[in-house]
Each structure stands twice: as structure tokens, then as C-alpha cells.
């Protein structure tokens, strides 16, 4: 089974849109280590992106990312370290199949989009890599296209 059919109609423009740059750019991008297929998602002035360190607790939030490159940065790393695991799956369609992004609010020219992530990936070893966090992406319409201008990311999730 695909896991990678956006949920959302063409005729559903904003939403189709918005899911296609949070999952499949971020994902195939990510299981490509090639940041230049997400980079053009990224409004990169004013960019703010928190790390809720698993906790529901904003006192425990940082600022890890201010700027789209440092953010830029921790992404390729993680994508390299996931490129040098031994699973015992397609990447690809595991992070399709523990991805679930239908929670999309659109309000003009500005959008929520909440994501999930709720399965395992299987090892080599016989083990599983678990994911199992949720993030909020906010995004602004600009020059016709959607953008990330920020996001609170790795919240606890317990779907």
C-alpha cells in the first residue's frame, strides 16, 4: 500500500498545497539528503522555529532553530544519520506511513498545519526506530506560494 496520496483534492487548492511542502518535499527531500528540494519552502526572513523538547511546557521550549539555515543544518544531519541506519524497510514509505498531516487551517493568506507522527520503522536488528511527536508549522502565502515562517516542533503526541 502508498502511503505518499495527498489527502487533499486539487480542488482543495490551499491545503493540497500546503500538505505537498510539509510531507512529500520534506520527505523526499530527507530520504534524499537534498535540502534543495525543501529549501524554496521557507520564507527566510523573520523565521522562528521551537523545539518543545517532548514537553507541553512552553518554559521548556527553546529557540533551537532562529534562522532557517541553523535549521537547515540540523535537518541534514538527522538526514544523514537516518541514511546510515540499517532499517529493514523502505525510509520512504515508513515516513509516509507515520506521517499524518490532515489538520491544515487556512484563514487568508496565513495557515496552521499540524503534523504527526505516530508509527516505527523497522531494523536490520530486529528492533524499530519509534517516531512519535507532533508539530505545528506556521505558514504565509507569498508571491502565490505558500511558506514555513515558523514552527513549534518535537510536542509529545499520543495518538
Known amino acids: 500500500m502508498t502511503h505518499d496520496n495527498n489527502p487533499f483534492a486539487q480542488a482543495e487548492a490551499e491545503r493540497h498545497a500546503i500538505w505537498e511542502m510539509l510531507v512529500r518535499k520534506d520527505i523526499d527531500g530527507f530520504v534524499a ?27 521548556d521550549w527553546t529557540l533551537a532553530f532562529p534562522t532557517v539555515e541553523s535549521y537547515r543544518d540540523r535537518w541534514l544531519a538527522d538526514a544523514r544519520r ?3 541506519t540499517n532499517y529493514a524497510e523502505s525510509r520512504r514509505e515508513a515516513l509516509y506511513r507515520a506521517t ?23 531494523l536490520t536488528d530486529g528492533g524499530a526506530e519509534r517516531l512519535n511527536w507532533q508539530s505545528i508549522f506556521f505558514c504565509s502565502k507569498d508571491g502565490g506560494s505558500w511558506k514555513i515562517t515558523g514552527f513549534v516542533g518535537f510536542l509529545p503526541f499520543n495518538g
Open 33 to 59: 539528503g537534498d535540502w534543495s528540494i525543501f529549501a524554496n519552502s521557507f520564507k527566510y526572513d523573520g523565521f522562528a522555529g521551537l523545539d518543545a523538547k517532548g514537553s507541553l511546557d512552553p518554559a
Open 82 to 84: 537516518s541514511a546510515s
Open 100 to 122: 499524518n498531516m490532515e489538520d491544515i487551517r487556512v484563514e487568508g493568506a496565513t495557515a496552521t498545519a499540524r503534523k504527526t507522527f505516530n508509527d516505527a520503522i523497522a
